[in-house]
């Protein structure tokens, strides 16, 4: 009888098959692991990697959520920032930068003093705006509202002409409000 094609091969994988190690138990082998007992060349690449973290590693902690200073750090700093990414971080700098116009329940700002200068905020709002001109961002709610805080109120009033009614809401209306009335400042929306 004919061996089949497959049960050769077999053999010949099993006749190949290297010796067995000496087996060691799970116990033996993690211990082994941790405190770095075997040589490096004997472990294998992930267990290499393992032991060639920092120490200070295990004693890290929870990062916390990003200051107005990373946002900055990643605005001036970062030669590869795409351009959803630069909307993402100038938003964050426009409505952090806006935390002493910004009311709490209890009336108190959120901030006592302005984080950027006039000039640096308005500076942030026209790139942010550029941004919107270029068309890497699709909200016309956030144009409108771009254009009434710089004074362009009648640009914001075309943009908010352009906005289907069934689109339309709260914001853009109070956006609308008070591009007709010429209020460029912060306002709350109720």
Do not use: Y
């Amino acid at each position: 009888m004919q061996q089949s094609v497959l049960e050769k091969g077999c053999r010949k994988v099993l006749e190949f098959a290297p010796e067995k190690k000496e087996k060691v138990s799970r116990f033996s082998h993690a211990m082994d692991v941790l405190s770095g007992r075997k040589k490096k060349e004997q472990k294998k690449e992930i267990e290499t990697n393992w032991l060639g973290i920092p120490n200070n590693v295990e004693n890290a902690v929870e990062c916390d959520t990003p200051t107005i200073g990373d946002w900055l750090t990643i605005l001036n700093g970062s030669v590869t920032l795409t351009t959803g990414q630069e909307s993402i971080v100038r938003r964050k700098i426009w409505r952090n930068g806006n935390d002493h116009l910004r009311l709490r329940s209890d009336g108190s700002t959120c901030r006592k003093t302005p984080l950027f200068s006039d000039a640096f905020s308005k500076q942030n709002l026209l790139a942010l705006l550029d941004l919107h001109d270029r068309c890497m961002i699709e909200d016309p709610a956030e144009r409108a509202e771009i254009l009434r805080q710089l004074g362009r109120f009648e640009e914001a009033k075309q943009v908010l002409d352009g906005i289907k009614e069934e689109d339309s809401t709260i914001i853009t209306a109070k956006i609308r409000q008070l591009s007709d009335e010429r209020i460029d400042t912060l306002q709350s929306v109720k």
